[in-house]
């Protein structure tokens, strides 16, 4: 049955790599999750679907992210950008979103100012496993309950 967790509706991965996010839909899909996920290649593309979200009167009803899961390394508008950017997003829409920076990143000093970041909620290793998500979830997400088939 799959666990239907309030406040997580959708899950945004922000990661160049086609085959990292390939990975990552699968463990999320393996967590038994009822959630959406959605995926953009760079920062400057998560920036513009979270804009949209807000802005939308189309009647495009798509789910807030609950958590998203943020690389570093990426052309054109990095994680590090894309935080600069999203800090200057309104407050509501923002709220109740939970940034996880996944990285493959062995510098200590990206951990370090990430930590300093209040907009960046958890600093993860790739790869994600069931197990980081489930670790991040707890943290973040309080109730879990399976959602009928």
Do not use: H
């Amino acid at each position: 049955m799959m666990k239907k967790i309030t406040g997580l509706d959708c899950i945004v991965l922000i990661d160049d790599d086609k085959i990292t996010n390939f990975i990552n839909k699968k463990i999320i899909k393996r967590a038994d999750l009822d959630v959406d996920v959605k995926v953009n290649y760079n920062g400057r593309e998560a920036i513009n679907y979270l804009k949209k979200l807000n802005n939308s009167t189309s009647g495009e009803n798509s789910p807030r992210p609950g958590i998203i899961f943020l690389d570093i390394n990426m052309p054109g508008m990095n994680g590090w950008d894309f935080i600069d950017e999203y800090k200057k997003l309104p407050l509501e829409q923002k709220e109740k979103i939970i940034i996880a920076m996944l990285t493959t990143s062995i510098n200590p000093d990206d951990e370090q100012i990430a930590n300093k970041i209040p907009e960046i909620n958890i600093y993860l290793q790739k790869p994600l496993t069931v197990q980081k998500l489930e670790k991040t979830i707890d943290a973040f997400f309080s109730s879990i309950k399976p959602t009928p088939v």
